[in-house]
């Protein structure tokens, strides 16, 4: 059995409180063996306990008064004992000098018949803990002479410790169970009989009194609510959450964790307290659960309470809405979040949009650095969430800002009930990019991952964005400090240009690269960009291809390269409005080798057959192999080429379904080899 270590919660049974940070709080308690309620099922049970010395009447309540103070405070607890026998206040878990810390032989009792007695200490770290008294205290706890002592972040800040993930609201649950007989009729000291409990409780209430305000936790949408979970009992709690409030476990016994825990489960021994952040994203239909075991046989529950969410639980969520549009304008992240203990959460930054002054925008940083917060991503369960498909939404455009000085790599992430699935081609953003207008295509044959796309696609629980410049999740450490602003739920295209096709084909020592629109609006041209697969984060601009303006037709474009040493190249093109805005296409790759060149186009492939050409320096045998993104090999050929010279064949694509794809090309008894990636529609 683990020994106890009672904790304390939500006081204000203070007098005279001031709001400054600092200051001497005195408490004023009274101890009484004279109480009773009704419990769920209408037996009336006798209680022990503390209340507010400012009532000399009435009953004790249990739990006691939540005592509530600020880190750095001096807390002084006066004591009126008007019970018979002695009694002590012990501060379970704090830090104090043995004198006040309660314990009877080592400190002092309080007599009984009007005896009086004051503890004090400094409230030194944030946390939750537990008063109780220590004179008989396996008959005088469980008969309820305990409470809540709580001590928020330093000048009273909703924080889960000074400087620490911070909360809208909090709630405090004492767990205990009690034996009737013994509360009815208490035992003597020397004669403990055996302890049976037949009531399970949570702040002193049970089945359907635990829809109390003070119990059944509420909240508005995208609330965070820090549940302070206290074992007051002598049985060991299960508590077991609802997967939609992404429970996060931050604290335990008064201190933070070391690392933040996400789980719906928590197991809460004899004394123990754990600090819980729920958050309230979507509605939540399913009660919380607090089982209680025997200590020594935890496999069946002796009992389970079921915890109601209360009344501001929100049911009417809002979901994703043809153009809808975050402006970012009335300083809120528009319910954008990170998750886990960031340090440096997504901000509203109130200046500095694409509109400067004025023009508020959404800040996503990250550190680079092991632990929480060194990851590239926020994500949205709220406005963004919901059924895509009926509501026609077909792209996000929006407006990004690199300030960083690394290169990003930017997709969306889909998860629902089929899965997730991500951008298969990511946005692209240099260094320092200033304000971009973008546009991520999100049907279906944009995305790749596992499952039904459709499925999730029609039910979108939550929409990330993060850097990561494989289709992957989730995304590599970076340092990254990205601007986002008027992000749109668009229907059908609001490209400038839409491409029909982007290809990039070696040929010989050159890269020719071919493109065509279906349409363009007020379209300048085309700025030809390149970079090696070493020049992380430097495009350079290689020549530029003049638009059509305004077109409705299929318009035919090419660009050839100048000769180029063996290498990959990566290559892109910035189309520029007539206005001087511009934004990127996808990025296209091609290589040019010694002895191998390789491309499959076109690409996307949009019928059953791929079209892959090789370029061979001299008579060769290659091996051709395809691979789906999770490394499984669906295709295996070779051929054998009796002369140098440039070679196509067709592909047979039809049997795979929409996603990315890998196609190696090798030199047979070689290392050399092309890998190709080829996006399927």
């Not at 929006?398 to 930017?410: K, P």
């Not at 973008?438 to 929409?463: H, K, R």
């Not at 007020?522 to 059509?548: D, H, P, W």
């Not at 091996?623 to 002369?643: D, H, R």
Request: aromatic share 10%.
């Amino acid at each position: 059995m683990k020994k106890y270590t009672y904790i304390v919660l939500l006081a204000f049974c203070l007098i005279g409180l001031k709001t400054n940070a600092q200051e001497t709080k005195t408490v004023h308690l009274l101890a009484r063996m004279t109480g009773s309620t009704t419990m769920w099922d209408g037996q009336i049970v006798n209680w022990w306990g503390f209340k507010h010395a400012h009532e000399l009447g009435g009953d004790a309540e249990v739990p006691g008064p939540p005592i509530i103070v600020n880190e750095g405070d001096s807390v002084i607890i006066d004591v009126i004992n008007q019970s018979p026998l002695p009694h002590t206040i012990h501060l379970h878990g704090l830090d104090v000098d043995q004198a006040n810390d309660g314990v009877g032989a080592t400190s002092f009792d309080i007599p009984g018949l009007m005896g009086t007695g004051s503890y004090e200490f400094v409230a030194t770290h944030a946390g939750t803990y537990i008063y109780h008294c220590h004179v008989g205290t396996v008959v005088h706890l469980p008969l309820g002479m305990y409470g809540p002592l709580i001590v928020r972040a330093a000048g009273g800040v909703f924080a889960a410790w000074t400087g620490g993930p911070t909360y809208d609201k909090d709630y405090y649950w004492m767990m205990a169970e009690i034996d009737s007989e013994w509360n009815n009729n208490p035992p003597e000291h020397t004669n403990i009989p055996k302890y049976d409990p037949d009531y399970f409780l949570i702040n002193g209430k049970s089945m359907q009194d635990l829809a109390d305000s003070t119990i059944s936790i509420s909240a508005e949408l995208n609330q965070r609510v820090y549940l302070r979970l206290i074992n007051i009992g002598f049985t060991e709690n299960e508590v077991i959450f609802p997967p939609e409030l992404a429970a996060e476990i931050v604290a335990s016994d008064g201190r933070p964790l070391p690392t933040s825990i996400y789980s719906d489960t928590v197991r809460v021994y004899p004394g123990e307290r754990y600090g819980v952040l729920l958050t309230f994203g979507t509605e939540v239909i399913n009660p919380i659960l607090v089982n209680y075991y025997d200590l020594y046989d935890d496999t069946t529950p002796l009992f389970t309470n079921a915890v109601p969410i209360g009344a501001e639980n929100p049911a009417a969520i809002p979901t994703i809405v043809l153009n809808q549009v975050d402006t970012y304008n009335d300083l809120t992240t528009w319910a954008w979040r990170s998750g886990g203990p960031n340090p440096n959460p997504p901000m509203n930054m109130a200046d500095g949009g694409p509109d400067g002054p004025g023009d508020g925008y959404l800040h996503i940083t990250s550190t680079g650095l092991p632990g929480p917060g060194g990851k590239l991503a926020a994500f949205n369960t709220a406005q963004w969430h919901g059924n895509y498909i009926s509501e026609g939404v077909k792209s996000i455009p929006v407006q990004l800002n690199n300030f960083g000085d690394t290169e990003l790599n930017l997709r969306l992430k889909f998860d629902g009930p089929g899965g997730s699935f991500i951008s298969a081609l990511p946005i692209v953003l240099p260094p320092q990019s200033g304000w971009q207008s973008v546009i991520f295509p999100i049907e279906a044959a944009d995305l790749t991952g596992g499952g039904d796309v459709l499925a999730t696609l029609s039910n979108v629980t939550q929409l990330w964005i993060f850097n990561n410049p494989n289709a992957s999740f989730p995304p590599p450490m970076i340092e990254a400090s990205l601007g986002v602003n008027n992000m749109i739920a668009a229907g059908g295209s609001v490209f400038p240009v839409e491409f029909i096709s982007f290809d990039a084909r070696t040929e010989g020592k050159q890269v020719a690269l071919k493109w065509e629109t279906a349409q363009e609006i007020n379209n300048a041209g085309f700025e030809v960009e390149m970079r090696t697969n070493e020049q992380l984060g430097v495009f350079q601009s290689i020549g530029y291809v003049a638009g059509k303006g305004n077109s409705s037709v299929t318009q035919t474009y090419r660009f050839d390269t100048e000769e180029l040493p063996a290498a990959t190249y990566l290559f892109r093109l910035k189309q520029i409005d007539q206005d001087g805005s511009f934004s990127y296409s996808h990025l296209v790759e091609a290589s040019i080798f010694d002895d191998l060149t390789a491309n499959i186009y076109p690409n996307p492939v949009k019928g059953d057959l791929a079209r892959l050409e090789v370029n061979l320096g001299r008579p060769q045998k290659i091996e051709i192999e395809v691979y789906n993104p999770q490394g499984q090999m669906l295709q295996q050929l070779n051929k054998t080429f009796s002369a140098a010279g440039n070679y196509s064949f067709d592909l047979d694509v039809s049997q795979l379904p929409t996603g990315v794809y890998f196609c190696h090309v090798r030199l047979a008894g070689t290392t050399l080899s092309k890998k190709l990636t080829f996006v399927k529609q």
